[in-house]
Nanobody
Framework: QVQLVESGGGLVQAGGSLRLSCAAS????????TGWFRQAPGKEREFVAA????????YYTDSVKGRFTLSRDNAKNTVYLQMNSLKPEDTAVYYC???????????????????WGQGTQVTVSS
């Protein structure tokens, strides 16, 4: 089992920044992919970004490229999503997820991910 806990959400004005954290505990895997997804009210959950645990390769959906940045602290088993230049359309519940069956392939398919956090709300006001 892997437990994932997100934090760092909140209310911010358009153009502002937030940093989300995803802390893993339990049976941690030294080499897997962590993804971030988001779900706005009335919409399907969508892919945001993913990062390999080793090597640091990243993959972003087009709408956040240049604004969002993934990083990780392996010693703390934590992945960070730095979100800059936030827009009202970024408003959603953000979830981190672990794909323990992949060490290198950065999937944007939520069904590839095995463990999920409880989510953290991000609200961007205009």
């Amino acid at each position: 089992q892997v437990q994932l806990v997100e934090s760092g959400g909140g209310l911010v004005q358009a153009g502002g920044s937030l940093r989300l954290s995803c802390a893993a505990s339990g049976r941690t895997f030294s080499n897997y992919v962590t993804g971030w997804f988001r779900q706005a009210p009335g919409k399907e959950r969508e892919f945001v970004a993913a990062i390999r645990w080793s090597g640091g390769s990243t993959y972003y959906t087009d709408s956040v490229k240049g604004r969002f940045t993934l990083s990780r602290d392996n010693a703390k088993n934590t992945v960070y999503l730095q979100m800059n230049s936030l827009k009202p359309e970024d408003t959603a519940v953000y979830y981190c997820a672990a794909d323990i069956n992949s060490s290198w392939y950065l999937s944007n398919n939520l069904y590839e991910y095995d463990y999920w956090g409880q989510g953290t709300q991000v609200t961007v006001s205009s």
